[in-house]
Each structure stands twice: as C-alpha cells, then as structure tokens.
C-alpha cells in the first residue's frame, strides 16, 4: 500500500521536472562519481536514515528527518525548526493556525493511507540535484525573497543561503499495533532543502 501524498509547498503548487542527474557529477581516477554509489546509513533515534554521505550532509539528513519526525510525533515546535520564521510568520497571517493546520491534515492523510496511527521506520534519500536540475528551487527561493523583504529583513532569503539541493526520497513507514509487521511505503517524494546560514529548512 502506498502512503498517501502531501504537498511539499505551503502556498503554491510547484511542478518539477526532475532529471536523473544526481547533484553532482565530476572525475576521480578516470571514474565518474555519482549519487548513490556508496549509501552511509545512520541508525538516529528518531528515523533510520540511508543516503549518499558525500552529497548529503549529515545535517542536512537530520533536517529532513525531524521534517517528517515532527509530522509523525505532531510536534509543532520541531516542524517550526525546518522552516524560515518568516515564512511561518506569512503563512498564520494569511490564516491563523494554518501551518498547525497544515501539520494534522499532513498527518490526518497519511493516517488514512496506511489505515492508523503509524510510526515511520526508515528514510531513504534516493537521489538529489541542484537548480539547474529543477528551477523550482529558484522559485521558491525567489517568493522566499519577496516575503523576507515585505517583512523587513536585513537580508533577503537567497541572501542567507549557502547551499541548495531537491531530494527524492522514500518514507517506510510501519501501523502501530499491527501484528503483521507490514511495511508501507511512499517512494520518490521531492522536497527542497535549504542550507543557511541561520539553519537548514525543508520546504
């Protein structure tokens, strides 16, 4: 059974067009290097992580993984950790609530799809690319720039950022009390990481 999909972006609908390229691409020794030749997995408290180390920080695997940890754990303050403050800030002014909102229906809808309460078990992050793969991140941090400047930052968001990549990854995720052990999965989301310079956020 496939867990239901959410969406990825608050406020607009981002389609992407992702390519099979990886994040990078160079020679070594006359060998190509690319994501997913050598998997470092990471037995964390929260969720099991597996990705390619050398494209993947360390860090950048705890963001996403306190992402979808918060989501689970319905844990507001975590979720608030991986987004820009004032992108939260916009978003419970166009409505009160909304990102507590967005969380639960987050939640409510993979509820739904794997019929109980769940706990995910494992994230694997399968792939990555830069904005020349997806012109989504452009666009994201370009209406990021807009809300940072109506909210009289001294920087713009793009200002701030040191690096930026999309993923792809696949949640496992397991339904408590279920004796059977049955596994579910949800293969090839895409988020878009943002490494800056006052954290990582995952959008």
């Not at 608050?10 to 290097?33: H, M």
């Not at 991140?137 to 009289?152: F, K, R, V, W």
């Not at 990481?193 to 956020?201: A, D, L, P, Q, R």
């Amino acid at each position: 059974m496939i867990l239901k999909k959410t969406a990825a972006v608050f406020l607009c609908t981002l389609t992407a067009l992702i390519s099979v390229t990886g994040c990078s691409s160079k020679e070594e020794s006359s060998e190509e290097i690319y994501y997913g030749q050598a998997y470092k997995e990471v037995n964390a408290k929260d969720i099991y992580r597996i990705y390619d180390g050398r494209f993947i920080t360390d860090e950048e695997a705890d963001a996403v993984a306190k992402y979808f940890y918060s989501v689970q754990t319905q844990d507001y303050e975590l979720f608030a950790s991986t987004q820009p403050a004032p992108y939260l800030e916009f978003l419970n002014k166009q409505k009160e609530g909304y990102t507590q909102d967005y969380l639960s229906t987050f939640y409510n809808d993979e509820m739904e799809g794997i019929g109980g309460d769940f706990e995910y078990t494992q994230l694997e992050i399968t792939d990555c690319g830069s904005k020349d793969d997806d012109h989504s991140l452009s666009d994201i941090s370009e209406m990021l720039d807009g809300i940072y400047q109506d909210a009289g930052e001294n920087k713009l968001f793009s200002e701030t950022v040191k690096d930026q990549k999309y993923i792809k990854c696949t949640l496992t995720a397991i339904k408590k009390g279920d004796d059977t052990s049955a596994e579910f999965t949800n293969a090839d989301q895409i988020l878009y990481v943002f490494t800056c310079e006052n954290g990582i956020y995952i959008l």
